[in-house]
């Protein structure tokens, strides 16, 4: 089990940026972010493997960006141009599997056992 640990978030006025970092007890082959907002289900930001395979959701595209130090077992989340809908608890989340080429958007955080406690992220108008 690889134990991960955030920080990073906080509040922003619309436009601001943040980095989020996720600190992980051991190496990992995996790591995702994933955010909730209160009501709503859990939904993945981003997505990168050991051989550097990234998927970043749509909505974030263009603003947020992931990376990952495996020498460090860390891994970073930048957000920039943040915007009020962006407001969410982010989690960072470890996974031992490939990711499936053709695996919908929706289903992966099944791939993902271990999870951090989580940041919160808010983004004021």
């Known amino acids: 089990q690889v134990h991960l640990v955030e920080s990073g978030g906080g509040s922003v006025q619309t436009g601001g940026s943040l980095r989020l970092s996720c600190a992980a007890s051991?190496?990992?082959?995996?790591l995702g972010w994933f955010r909730q907002v209160s009501g709503k289900s859990r939904e993945a930001v981003a997505t990168?493997?050991?051989?550097?395979?990234?998927r970043i959701a749509d909505s974030v595209k263009g603003r947020f960006s992931i990376l990952r130090d495996d020498d460090a077992n860390t891994s970073e989340l930048t957000m920039n141009n943040l915007r009020p809908e962006d407001t969410g608890m982010y989690y960072c989340?470890?996974?031992?599997?490939?990711?499936?080429?053709?695996?919908?958007?929706?289903?992966?955080?099944?791939?993902?056992?271990?999870w951090g406690q989580g940041t919160q992220v808010t983004v004021s108008p």
């Open positions: 990168l493997d050991r051989v550097r395979r990234r």
């Open positions: 989340a470890a996974g031992h599997e490939w990711i499936g080429d053709n695996e919908e958007w929706g289903n992966l955080d099944r791939y993902f056992t271990d």
């Open positions: 051991s190496p990992f082959f995996l």
